[in-house]
């Protein structure tokens, strides 16, 4: 069953199928360190997906299917400046690589510490977006959500959405 998506709507993502062996690897040691369902996060925007994967791509949603997806829906609807907004934020956004390095060491450090030790630059995240980290600095920058948007991870976007937003799919695709 494929949800109705609205722009703006948040996609986290528990990936049941890989290319390749490090992509499985990789999704199974994010669930591991952060302690979460999820291991990916998009979000929906003008019948796409944006996503920061090997580089901030757009896609069908149909990419998704086989796997286990919530969406997420903001509880204030878009207006249409904030539309806007987000679509010139995206757009900036594409083809920049992924920030293996802040996943790989910034963020496991961070929750290997009870979240309390961060030693990346905020800026790094800006130029080498990861999944969570392009999501929330779009609705930082749009609506001043997530705060620290840096230091997301799918537990912490999971955590804290019922303050921005409001569940409507979960399942499988």
């Excluded at 499985?24 to 979000?43: E, P, V």
């Excluded at 594409?94 to 800026?123: A, D």
């Excluded at 840096?150 to 499988?172: C, I, N, Q, R």
């Amino acid at each position: 069953m494929k949800p109705e998506l609205q722009d703006g709507d948040v996609i986290l993502v528990h990936a049941n199928s890989f290319s390749t062996w490090y992509r499985w690897l990789f999704s199974h040691l994010i669930r591991l360190f952060d302690g979460c369902y999820y291991n990916h996060a998009q979000i929906y925007f003008d019948g796409k997906v944006y996503e920061a994967d090997l580089k901030v791509r757009e896609i069908d949603f149909e990419h998704n299917t086989g796997d286990n997806v919530m969406v997420l829906r903001p509880n204030k609807e878009l207006s249409a400046e904030e539309k806007k907004n987000i679509i010139a934020f995206l757009q900036k956004e594409m083809g920049k690589p992924y920030g293996f390095g802040s996943v790989i060491f910034f963020q496991t450090l961070y929750i290997l510490t009870f979240r309390r030790i961060w030693l990346g630059k905020k800026s790094a995240t800006d130029d080498h977006p990861y999944c969570t980290s392009l999501v929330t600095r779009c609705y930082n920058r749009v609506r001043g959500y997530f705060p620290e948007y840096y230091l997301t991870s799918p537990s912490v976007m999971l955590d804290k959405s019922a303050l921005y937003f409001y569940p409507v799919f979960e399942g499988k695709l």
